[in-house]
């Protein structure tokens, strides 16, 4: 190993987002990590992303930063381009000008959602709204420059920590006595300390990155596909279980709706399943199921509350 590389940084962005907040601890173990947010480098400021990277000069990126606003994205589509898109692009260009990993997330509404079975990496994108359509051109982006990388297509992101459909059950929750939620759309709600684990386990096999030869995707979401709707049911049932929560009703009064009665500016796909058999098979991993992490979430939650942290 040369002094270099000894010295070369893990550099993670979007270090405070759900993710970015996990890998902090995962990536830990690989080396020092150089964990920079919005506030510290902007990925809509190209011209700073690039000397950021000719400065540190990373030997592994991870990119946890991203335009993730779905509808707000409708509006905004350049600002989500250059975020989801062209900052990825220049971080696979300097990466590969680096010979450096860079490890990136992206989406399961790259699909529409139209197949019947569970998506596979190879299975056509087609994606129905501008987020999902700048998150494809983001990979495509990666694969076009074809230097060292990885993609983790994941979905319906939670954690303690940030916004996330959890807690917005949970308000609505404690709020009202009763909620409709879309039955229709069904996929995996994962974790966003699964992510990190993963992320860190795969690297760790790759000798922290640097066995990685050539970009590839892979599909990494949790076990057991849901509806939103019984995500919803599961959220409430958990906080149920969990002395600490103020709840106006119970599971059974979350009634399901079709998509088409709660319309949003951006369409969602119906069908968000991903196979996650290549990522399983490469690695020797099984993904574990979301349950036991939502139980976790809502002890989080129950002792913050209760103890005002
Ligand atoms: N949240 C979700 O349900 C899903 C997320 N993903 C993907 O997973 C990855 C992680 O997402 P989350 O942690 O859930 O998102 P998040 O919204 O919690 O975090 C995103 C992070 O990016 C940062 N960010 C936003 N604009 C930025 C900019 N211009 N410059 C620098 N940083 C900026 C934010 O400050 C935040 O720290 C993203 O690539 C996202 O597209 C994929 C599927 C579902």
């Known amino acids: 190993m040369g002094k270099s590389e000894v010295s070369a940084p893990i550099l993670l962005l979007g270090s405070q987002g759900q993710l970015g907040w996990q890998l902090q601890r995962d990536l830990a173990p690989l080396g020092p990590v150089l964990a920079l947010d919005r506030r510290t480098c902007d990925l809509a400021d190209l011209d700073r992303l690039r000397a950021v990277m000719r400065e540190q000069r990373p030997r592994l990126i991870v990119n946890a930063a991203a335009y993730t606003a779905v509808d707000q994205a409708e509006k905004e589509p350049e600002l989500a381009r250059r975020i989801n898109a062209e900052a990825v692009g220049l971080l696979a260009e300097e990466a590969k000008a680096l010979d450096a990993l860079l490890v990136h997330y992206s989406t399961d509404y790259v699909f529409d959602g139209s197949k019947a079975a569970p998506y596979v990496e190879s299975d056509a994108t087609a994606p129905l709204g501008v987020y999902g359509r700048t998150k494809r051109e983001g990979e495509e982006a990666m694969l076009a420059v074809g230097g060292r990388g990885l ?7 939670f954690g303690a920590r940030g916004k996330n459909f959890v807690k917005t059950i949970l308000r609505l929750a404690s709020e009202r006595d009763s909620l409709k939620v879309v039955a229709d759309q069904v996929g995996s709600p994962t974790p966003a300390a699964m992510i990190a684990t993963v992320t860190g ?75 996650c058999r290549k990522l399983e098979d490469r690695f020797g991993l099984t993904m574990p199921d979301w349950q036991p992490y939502l139980s976790r979430m809502m002890q989080l939650l129950a002792l913050k509350a209760q103890n005002g942290y």
């Not at 959220?235 to 059974?252: D, M, S």
């Open 151 to 157: 993609i983790f297509r994941t979905s319906w992101v």
């Open 201 to 275: 386990m795969v690297l760790a096999q790759l000798d922290g990155g640097r066995a990685q030869q050539g970009c590839e995707l892979y599909h990494l979401v949790a076990a057991n596909p849901v509806s939103w709707n019984g995500f919803a049911r599961a959220i409430v049932a958990a906080a149920e279980q969990t002395p600490g929560f103020a709840l106006k009703l119970g599971p059974e009064a979350i009634a399901p709706i079709p998509s088409s009665e709660y319309p949003l500016p951006a369409p969602r796909p119906l069908n968000s399943r991903l196979d």
